[in-house]
């Protein structure tokens, strides 16, 4: 990927936010006063929370909050901040339905970054709360919290019994013959819902499980990308187990990039390319490409982390990890992004990566104007398997 273009898409991203931040109030920290939401703020440095004093822009809430549960440190709500002073920071919010949540650290620059706040406490009723952190002049975020009756099933998996059918070989799509039958006892009823990824495929499966011991059977999806055997970790729960599967030698692994834009397929594997340089953040994985020789017609996807890129799904908001994608149409003359909100938020699901390929799936919804527009379109059933250098 060009590193001209590269920058095209940093500079859109950072315009999504730009006009929120006229809004926000700046503070400093120094003595830990509390405003009417309970929440306090203290430490040298002086910020702005994007979305102040309406709602945050683009936050990420992480975890499960359901009545009776305690937080643990999976609870975390990620919020977007404008760094005026450089310095240390401590930010709570309000106790609000049993929880709250605490922030703290040093920012070393000035700028943009993001600010991650955990959660602690037990929630108390159901029902969607709003939390401001800070003393005053914060932006507030809203977590939803479900009732304990309507949580996931529990119980155990019996993966030492669990059926493996299809065949299985390497560089061919799996097909609706390919699935997984765990045995299960469970304890609890309730919903479930499994996306178990490696080697490029997906066994997934969701629905309702009475008391008792029954069979989940979990579907298969993508392309192998290795021969051999290969874990599948499953979890319900608390429960988690391994099952092999083994992969017979095939092709290959064969490049592709490609998506349905507004119901139609369109390939962009000319010039494909894999590009590791960072971008925002120290771990990036970027693919690019052409639709045809000669065309302007340009697709890029982007998944960034502060930690090592694996498999698992980024969305698109600013966050620890997150994910990136601009499209140029020359028809319209337009680039084209997610922007916020997009219905649905644009979405990467990593399903395998090695030290020199990456494969995955993409969808959402992208605006023109470089994300900003009115316009929109739909970008579904999006894959890619890729080189990396």
């Given at each position: ?133 800070g003393s005053g002049g914060g932006c507030s975020f809203g ?247």
């Amino acid at each position: 990927m060009s590193r001209i273009f590269r920058m095209i898409i940093m500079s859109a991203i950072v315009a999504l936010f730009a006009a929120s931040c006229s809004k926000d109030y700046s503070y400093e920290g120094g003595g830990g006063t509390t405003n009417g939401t309970g929440g306090t703020s203290s430490g040298t440095a002086v910020y702005t929370q994007v979305g102040a004093p309406g709602v945050c822009t683009a936050p990420v809430i992480n975890g499960s909050y359901v009545t009776g549960t305690p937080m643990n440190a999976s609870n975390t709500v990620i919020i977007l901040v404008n760094v005026v002073t450089p310095g240390t920071y401590t930010i709570t919010t309000g106790a609000v339905n049993g929880i709250n949540f605490t922030g703290s650290g040093t920012f070393i620059t000035t700028g943009q970054q993001i600010l991650s706040l955990t959660g602690s406490g037990t929630p108390v009723s159901s029902g969607t709360y709003s939390y401001i952190p800070g003393s005053g002049g914060g932006c507030s975020f809203g977590v939803t919290v479900t009732s304990a009756s309507a949580s996931t099933a529990v119980g155990t998996l019996n993966c030492g019994s669990a059926t493996v059918a299809g065949t299985y070989t390497q560089g061919t799509s799996l097909t609706s013959s390919n699935t997984i039958t765990v045995p299960v006892n469970v304890t609890t009823a309730g919903n479930y819902t499994i996306n178990a990824i490696a080697n490029g495929c997906t066994f997934s499966g969701s629905g309702s499980l009475a008391v008792g011991t029954q069979n989940i059977v979990l579907a298969g999806s993508g392309t192998p990308v290795n021969s051999g055997t290969t874990s599948v970790a499953i979890t319900l729960g608390s429960s988690v187990c391994s099952i092999p599967v083994t992969y017979a030698p095939g092709s290959a692994p064969t490049d592709y990039f490609r998506v349905k834009i507004d119901g139609v397929l369109k390939t962009f594997d000319v010039g494909l390319d894999g590009d590791i340089t960072p971008l925002i953040m120290p771990n990036t994985v970027a693919i690019s490409g052409d639709n045809a020789v000669g065309s302007d017609e340009h697709l890029d996807v982007t998944v960034q982390s502060s930690n090592a890129i694996a498999v698992g799904t980024y969305l698109q908001p600013l966050g620890l990890s997150f994910c990136t994608s601009r499209y140029y149409d020359p028809v319209s003359g337009q680039g084209w992004q997610a922007g916020t909100p997009s219905s649905p938020p644009l979405k990467v699901v990593v399903t395998f990566i090695s030290a020199n390929r990456i494969t995955g799936t993409f969808s959402g919804q992208y605006f023109d104007l470089n994300g900003t527009g009115t316009n929109s379109k739909q970008f579904t059933e999006g894959e890619f398997s890729v080189a990396l250098p």
